[in-house]
Structure formats: structure tokens, C-alpha cells
């Protein structure tokens, strides 16, 4: 079983910059593949970014793509999601996950509880 609790969740400007982290238990991140996603008001949840395994090849959604780094800290046992140059679409609620799988980027068995990430105009 994997815990995750994600936290760095805020109000930030547009054009600003968040890191969130999710820190993990019950397993270690270097052998799971670990993403990040995300729910806007009245919008269905959304694929942000992932990192596999081992060697840490990343996927990130369009949107983001330039703006937003996932990265692992295996030592610490957490993944972060650093995002840059911010806009107001970006609002929404940022879930961590993590699965065994790692043959797989958009299913996961494991959840955070979600932080609340607000970008103001």
C-alpha cells in the first residue's frame, strides 16, 4: 500500500511559479511510476505530467509542456511538480498518484488527497 500527501498548493499571480510535493510511504518512488493530475471546477480530472521508474522518463500534457517539470527526490521518497510562468487556467485542484505498473502513464491505483493550486489574473 502507497500513501501520498501533497502539499506547496497556493495563490499565486499570473506568471508566478509553485512546487508542489508529494511525499510518499509505504514504498519506495524509485520503483513506482508517480504522476500528477489535475481538477478544475466543473471540468473532469485531467493527465499534467508523469515520471516512470527507475530511470525517470518523463510525459507531460500539452498544456503544460515547457512551463512544468516533474521530477523525484528517492532519497526524500517525493515527486514534485515545479510549475513555471503560471496563468489562470492552470487553477485547479493537483492530485499526486503513483502505481507498480510501469508499463502504463495514465492509470493509477494510488491517490493524494489533492492540494489547491489558484492563479490569479
Known amino acids: 500500500q502507497v500513501q501520498l500527501v501533497e502539499s506547496g498548493g497556493g495563490l499565486v499571480q499570473a506568471g508566478g511559479s509553485l512546487r508542489l510535493s508529494c511525499a510518499a510511504s509505504g514504498r519506495a518512488v524509485s520503483g513506482l511510476t508517480a504522476g500528477w493530475f489535475r481538477q478544475a471546477p466543473g471540468k473532469a480530472r485531467e493527465f499534467v505530467a508523469a515520471?516512470?521508474?527507475?530511470?525517470?522518463?518523463?510525459r507531460y500534457a500539452d498544456p503544460v509542456k515547457g512551463r512544468f517539470t516533474i521530477s523525484r527526490d528517492n532519497a526524500k521518497n517525493t515527486v514534485y511538480l515545479q510549475m513555471n510562468s503560471l496563468k489562470p487556467e492552470d487553477t485547479a485542484v493537483y492530485y499526486c498518484?503513483?502505481?507498480?505498473?510501469?508499463?502504463?502513464?495514465?492509470?493509477?491505483?494510488?491517490w493524494g488527497r489533492g492540494t489547491q493550486v489558484t492563479v490569479s489574473s
Open positions: 515520471i516512470r521508474a527507475s530511470i525517470g522518463i518523463t
Open positions: 498518484a503513483a502505481d507498480d505498473d510501469n508499463s502504463r502513464w495514465y492509470n493509477y491505483d494510488y
